[in-house]
């Protein structure tokens, strides 16, 4: 699609009634995004929400399932802010690829039913635009004692 062509991401999400947070400060030695000819890597975000974690736990055990989709979806958009920062949000081609890791708790197996708050938030905002590959990996521990963490890769022009 054209870039005349394409809609304006900034005012869907306007439109859809969220709006992108601050970009979230760094808590080690990285930089929230990085662009690369025509993509953008941004660093695993976790749910930061006005400068501070949002949860912390393991998913299935301190934190519920649909708990750690909304921290997923928190997660999203702090990335979506990390692009919008670096190149801006109306400059995206596509959603290329998500990952996302899921603090787990002993047993617990749904962490691609969590890492759709963010996959699903992607939909909303860029319709067909959104769709990407994707994993959704359960690990021991996150940084900070986050319950979920997602990175994105993006197409922008």
Same mark, same amino acid.
């Given at each position: %699609?054209?870039e005349? %062509?394409?809609?304006?991401?900034?005012?869907?999400?306007?439109?859809?009634?969220?709006?992108?947070? +601050? #970009?979230? !400060?760094?808590?080690?030695?990285?930089?929230?995004?990085?662009?690369?000819?025509?993509?953008?890597?941004?660093?695993?975000?976790?749910?930061?929400?006005?400068?501070?974690?949002? !949860?912390?736990g393991?998913?299935?055990?301190? #934190?519920?399932?649909?708990?750690?989709k909304q /921290?997923?979806?928190?997660?999203?958009?702090? +990335?979506?802010?990390?692009?919008?920062a670096?190149?801006?949000l109306?400059?995206?081609?596509?959603?290329?690829?998500?990952?996302? &890791? #899921?603090?787990?708790?002993?047993?617990?197996?749904g962490q691609?039913?969590?890492?759709?708050?963010?996959?699903?938030? &992607?939909?909303e905002? &860029?319709?067909?635009?959104?769709? /990407?590959?994707?994993? !959704?990996?359960?690990?021991?521990?996150?940084?900070?004692?986050?319950?979920?963490?997602?990175?994105?890769?993006?197409?922008v022009?």
């Amino acid at each position: %699609m054209s870039e005349d %062509m394409r809609p304006s991401w900034t005012q869907r999400i306007q439109e859809i009634g969220v709006s992108l947070p +601050a #970009v979230a !400060a760094p808590v080690a030695a990285y930089v929230p995004a990085i662009r690369t000819g025509s993509l953008v890597y941004t660093s695993g975000q976790v749910p930061i929400v006005d400068g501070a974690l949002a !949860a912390t736990g393991k998913v299935g055990g301190d #934190v519920s399932p649909e708990e750690a989709k909304q /921290h997923a979806r928190t997660c999203a958009l702090n +990335a979506l802010a990390a692009v919008d920062a670096l190149v801006g949000l109306d400059s995206v081609v596509r959603i290329v690829k998500v990952v996302g &890791f #899921v603090a787990s708790a002993d047993g617990f197996t749904g962490q691609p039913a969590v890492i759709n708050g963010a996959s699903e938030l &992607f939909g909303e905002i &860029f319709g067909e635009a959104g769709q /990407h590959a994707r994993s !959704a990996v359960g690990v021991s521990e996150l940084p900070l004692g986050a319950p979920v963490e997602v990175e994105i890769i993006v197409e922008v022009d």
